[in-house]
């Protein structure tokens, strides 16, 4: 579905990858709800340079699932945790995770990061995850944002990838229905 506002080009298949343009924070908002809705649980890795808008999509989607009050960023805590009460009755449990000021990995270990990853129904989403690569499993879901000066009017927008790895596919994900 395409609109004035914001396109999406599709590199293979669309149920496994997608690459949106994301114009506007209303943009954003609306690409949090969708993800929002999708069944998903395990980790999301965000990546992009500093600014490209990860935390600003976190909390749109924190916000989604139904999460009330405010989103800190996890910059110097590491992980903020969060238990949201779902429409079904069910408390979902996520995990903002920001792994920029980690210095080594190991120190994952020490705050039990691993139990976040191995709770049941739990959705860890984790900024410059690639700071601990190596140490974290790999994702079900890879999310990078780029930013690019080539919106409308010249204003700034913002090319967000999303791709399944093989756990996100064996979840019966699809990325097709992310069209703004």
């Known amino acids: 579905m395409h609109n004035d506002k914001a396109q999406i080009h599709t590199d293979t298949d669309s149920k496994d990858v997608q690459t949106l343009i994301l114009y506007s924070e209303d943009d954003t908002q609306v690409l949090a709800k969708q993800l929002a809705a999708l069944p998903l649980t395990g980790s999301v ?4 340079d500093l600014g490209a808008g990860k935390t600003t999509l976190t909390r749109y989607w924190l916000q989604a699932l139904g999460h009330k009050g405010a989103v800190k960023s996890p910059t110097y805590t590491l992980v903020e945790p969060y238990r949201i009460e779902q429409e079904n009755g069910i408390t979902k449990p996520v995990y903002h995770a ?4 980690l210095q080594d990995p190991e120190e994952l270990s020490f705050i039990g990061f691993d139990e976040y990853l191995d709770e049941p129904n739990s959705l860890v989403i984790i900024e410059w995850a690639s700071r601990a690569d190596g140490y ?4 079900d879901l890879f999310i990078n944002l780029t930013q690019s000066a080539n919106g409308h009017d010249g204003k700034e927008a913002r090319q967000v990838e999303l791709r399944l790895s093989k756990t996100g596919q064996a979840q019966g994900l699809d ?3 992310l069209n703004i």
């Open 45 to 48: 890795w965000l990546a992009g």
């Open 98 to 101: 920001d792994l920029y000021r």
């Open 175 to 177: 990325l097709s229905i």
């Open 136 to 139: 974290l499993p790999v994702p």
